[in-house]
Structures are given as structure tokens and as C-alpha cells.
């Protein structure tokens, strides 16, 4: 941490001329990014690009109930290896663990698209999962070890563009392919750009100080994944798959909170711990990291649902539900890259605080939207929503960024990354949740009990009923059920919209700092002339004993 010192230093600034030379911009430092940014595509993208291509991948692979498991599968494992991977490219170098990151992405990504059965095709995705954990935050964090906070923002707002690009184009992707080609090619598409990022990356990245003489902290590896695991498996599985009472669920949970309370024990103790403590006292990181766990859980859940209500209740094809998310997409790109590039000028915190209240506007509108509803009124809202969007996107990793050591910066990366990618994967399953209650409730005011029981239970299987059509089925049964979907679905994105709402709340409180230049970041010892009196300087303040 830095404090601010009253002292008169005659004569400005300047850097020598080694120093100079070190942190002007190279080509290698824009090859550097271009890898790590198609890597970061692949790594966000492949978090919705399946959603669209599930109908066709079910009818031919059977499995129907293992469904959820192919999201599920994967966030999990994204979840659980990102800080984990932050905080050992902190250790051995960024490039090593991003290109293990992208070989394993790969061979996943190979073995889905070879999948013969539902169970191969699940075990394909936790691998890929592991794969894109490892990648999203080295990108983030290679950012800050080539830029300092002052010319961060521009870049930071590029890889945003980049996350809001792929999250949202994924639906779109998926459906061409559907539509066009055989679903495989959802995976296999993931092969040449894996191959082109790993030869634009593999060149000297920037060099790190090396702590591998302290040992590796693996009793926290092993109690960080057996805290996250069991937890998320009880939130995705908890009043669905299994009653909230369960032996199942009650089991995870007494897992989850001892593997939690021992790995607090051994971060406390440990020479490098794999997740410091001492983050969460510094009061940025913390309230930035609740930012992003709340976006994410209003935010996700409802991208989740969105390709099947346009599909399901609006009756657009795959590839044209996933083209109307298009303009969500630019929308969250104007502001992550224009914010970029104004945020020297304007600081990160206005726009953390104008970005809530603009994407909760843009989910309330599209709370409103009913299967009559037009294409141009779902492209307004889509365009507002992703405009709030992309002013959070990076803002807040930027924010903490600014104020961490730099020697700690890819396990703050990541352990931020962490809470926003947990959001995420639970609200996929509140909304869920929300939305298979208020469909329960509507259909059962519509048929009888004995009707019920030939229903599927879940909103997905409800959708594949109105995509396919089935002779079989009464068009006043699939009225009931259209009707029903559309009123579920869009109920859940009202309720997103006053969750998304409230991170203004979590915006305001967090404190605008100035972004460090150059010679602060890099904590240069500044040469200085005589001439001008210069009133205030920057000293490092010494750290506690075990307190970083």
C-alpha cells in the first residue's frame, strides 16, 4: 500500500534512459495481448455457445437428464481452478500456465466433438472447463504486468469488449452451426483458434519475481476446491435434483463449510498461501469482488434463459434468436472500450455507478416483452442492457488492480474473476429455480393433477415440446404451455433487474483512487533535477509481518 508523504523535491520527474526504453510500447506487448485475448474468446465463449446447439446434440445423443450437467460441468470446473491458476502464474510465469491452460481447453474441445454418448460429452466439458479457467484470469492479469494503471483502462475495456463479444455471440454461433452444419463443429470450431493463439503467445512474456523457493501451498488447493465444489453442487442440485433435506444436500454442505473453515486455518498459516487473506481487508477488492458476484448472478441467469424464450415463445429459429443478441453485444462494447479509453480522464468510479442502473432499466424492459412482441422492441432493450453492462465489465478488476502489490496480481485477478464466474453459475440456478416455481404454479392452474404428471417438470424439456411441435400434443395444450414459459421466463428477468439493480449500492460505497502512473506501479525510484519545487511524492510503506 502507498500513503501520500509532504516533501519538497525540486526539479520534475524524469526516468532513465534504460527505464524508458523498458516500458515504451513494443510489438511483442500487442502479440502478447492478441493471443491472450483469442484465448479469452475461447474460453467465455464456450460458456454459452452450447445453450443453442442442445436440442440437436439431445436428439442424438440421448441423455436428456443430464441436460443441466453440461453447463453445470463446466462452471464447475471453471470456478474451481481459476484462483488456483492466478496464483501459480504469480509463482512460475504467466505463459507456462496459459499455454497448459489452452492444451488442455484443446483436447477437451476435441473430445466433445468425438463425444458418442451424454456422460463423454459431460466429462468433455469439465475439461474444457479446467481449461478455461486456467486462461480468463492470466489475460487479465498479463494486462496489468505490461501496463501500468494509467494506460490500463483502454486495454482492460478491449479484453471486456472481448468477454461481452463472446458471451453473447455464443448463442449466435451455436445456432449457425446448428442450422448449417453438424453440432461437432461447436467444439471443433475451438481447434484453429487454440492453435493460433498458442503460437502468437509463445514468445517471452514479461518477467516476474521468482518465488518458487517458498513452498507450494497445496493443503490450500485441496481444501479451496473442497470448499467450492461441494458448495456449487449444492446450489445447482438444492430443491431440484435432490430436496433442500437430502442426505445429499446436507452432506455437501457439512463438506464445504469444514473443508471451509480448515482452509482458512491453513491460508492463515501458510508461507504462500493460495489465496491470501489479506485481500478481503483491503476494502476495494472486497466490495469490487461482491460487485461482480452480484452482476453476474442477476446478469448470467438471465442471458442463460433468453435463446430458449426467443426460440421457445417468440418461435424464432436458433440462428436468428442468437442474431438478436447481437445488439446486447455491441452495446456492451461501446462502453467497455469507451470507458477504456476515458478512464485516465474520468476515473473508474463513475462508471461503476452508472453502469448498474442502465442495465437494470434494459432487463425490466425486457421483462415486459410477451410472444407478441416485436424485434425491434427485444433490440432496444438488448442495447441498453448491454450498455450498462460493458460500463462494469472490466471497471472493477481495474479498480483493485490499481491498489494491489504487484507482486500479487494474478492471484487478486483471479480470486475477482473467481466471485464473478461463482455469481454467475449461481444464478444460472436461482433463476432456474424462479423460473421452474412460477411455472409450476401456472400450469397448475390449467390442468388437472393427472395432466401434470405427463409434463415435463423442467422449462428446457417444456421448450423442446414447442420447438418440435409434436403431433401428439393439443395446440390449447401448447398455448397453456407457450403462455406459461413466456410468463416464468420473463418474471425472472424482472427479478434480475432488482438485482442487478442494487450493485449501485456496492459502486458507491467503493472509494475513487487515483490511477498509479508508470513510475508508481513499477515503483521506480524517480531521478530528479534541479528546477521546479514539486510538493508530494510517493513512499512505500512497509509491510506488517504476515500481513502483506
Known sequence: MFRRKNKTIKGPATLSEEEEAKYKKTRGRSFIMLGLALGMLLASLDQTVVGTALPRIVSELGGMSLYAWLFTAYMLAETVVIPIAGKLSDRSGRKPIFLAGMAIFMTGSLLGGMSTSMEMLVASRFIQGLGAGTMMPI????????????????IQGLLGAVFALSTIIGPLLGGYIVDHSDWRWVFYVNLPVGLIAVLVTSMKFPTLTDRRNLPVDYLGMLTLIGTLAPALLVVTWGGSTYAWGSIEIVGLTAVAVACLFSFI????RAADPI?????F??????????????????????????PLFLQAVVGMSASNSGE??????????ATSIGSGILLKRTGYKIWLVIGPPISALGMYLLSTLDSGSSAVEAIIYLIITGIGLGALMSNYIVAAQNV???KDM?????????????????????????????????????????????????????????LQANAGVPEFVLDVIRQALSDSITYAFFIGAFIVLSVVVVSLLIKSVPLKTSEEYHEIEVAVTPSAPRTETMERVPEKEGGR
Not at 489465496?275 to 485481500?279: A, D, E, N, S, T
Open 265 to 268: 486455518v491453513i491460508e492463515k
Open 281 to 306: 481487508r483491503q476494502p476495494i477488492f472486497s466490495l469490487g469482488s461482491t460487485g461482480l458476484f452480484i452482476m453476474a448472478f442477476g446478469m448470467f441467469g438471465v442471458i442463460s434463459y433468453l
Open 324 to 333: 438478436l443478441i447481437i445488439p446486447m453485444m455491441l452495446g456492451a462494447m
Open 139 to 154: 489475460s487479465m492479469a498479463t494486462v496489468a504486468d505490461l501496463y501500468a494503471p494509467t494506460e490500463r483502462g483502454k
Open 404 to 406: 494491489m502489490p504487484k
Open 410 to 466: 494474478g492471484v487478486a485477478t483471479g480470486s475477482m474473476s473467481l466471485f464473478r464466474s461463482i455469481g454467475g453459475t449461481v444464478g444460472v440456478a436461482f433463476m432456474g429455480g424462479i423460473v421452474n416455481s412460477r411455472m409450476t404454479r401456472d400450469l397448475s392452474g390449467s390442468f388437472t393433477p393427472e395432466q401434470m404428471v405427463g409434463l415435463p417438470a423442467d422449462p428446457n424439456s417444456l421448450g423442446q415440446i414447442l
Open 275 to 279: 489465496l491470501p487473506l489479506w485481500l
